[in-house]
């Protein structure tokens, strides 16, 4: 049986990755299998730089889309798919590997994944997750410092120059186009809670059809 398919996106530093880590909590991995597009990225000598030599990650072609696309359609054919963690380019990081396993529920998360057209028309349900410019500046901050090694001057300059034109044109276009908008202003509980007992619900609609046929 096919998966039933979820996309996630929002802007860099509105919660997708909280959002999914703690979603992840009440299924196992036989209920729910999540691909994150930051582990398709290419390598660093084939991103694009701008007018100051600076690398910019927040464009489609930053992707490796093809191969994206493969895993996918692997996953949803019922085979298990490994691939190498992309580490940012940190040096204290080490790339560990990744195992997806095929699951009912396949969750997708992702910048730019409504602007892909072959990966949106595989959507069942599109999520999107926002939050104020303000604070997403101040999560993204936060986060590239911690866990990507980056100077708080390098952050600002690509949120300036990358991060925030990226998604005034690849990302925001797709609000309206959305199935469920949540907010994470304040935090995301009310959201989360929706979204889980709905896969709850597909789930139970799976497992059904599935224990009749074996009866």
Request: with cysteine; charged share 25%; proline share 5%.
């Amino acid at each position: 049986m096919k998966p039933y398919i979820i996309g996630i996106t929002g802007g860099s530093g509105s919660g997708k990755t909280s959002f999914i880590q703690d979603l992840r909590k009440h299924f196992t991995t036989n209920e729910l299998c999540i691909i994150s597009m930051d582990e398709y990225y290419h390598p660093l000598k084939q991103q694009k730089c701008d007018e100051h030599g600076i690398e910019n990650f927040d464009l489609p072609e930053s992707f490796d889309l093809a191969s994206m696309e493969t895993d996918l359609a692997r996953i949803i054919a019922g085979e298990q798919v490994l691939r190498q963690e992309y580490v940012f380019n940190n040096p204290q990081s080490f790339a560990k590997s990744i195992t997806y396993d095929p699951a009912p529920i396949l969750l997708v998360e992702g910048l730019f994944l409504f602007h892909f057209p072959s990966i949106r028309r595989m959507l069942d349900l599109k999520v999107f997750i926002h939050a104020k410019e303000d604070l997403k500046i101040i999560r993204r901050i936060k986060r590239d410092g911690a866990e990507r090694n980056y100077p708080i001057s390098d952050v600002l300059y690509r949120y300036q120059h990358h991060v925030s034109p990226a998604f005034d044109r690849y990302i925001k276009p797709f609000y309206d186009e959305s199935d469920l908008i949540i907010t994470n202003n304040q935090n995301y509980e009310n959201g989360l809670t929706v979204l889980r007992a709905y896969i709850q619900q597909i789930l139970k609609k799976q497992v059904l059809p599935q224990i009749i046929s074996r009866s």
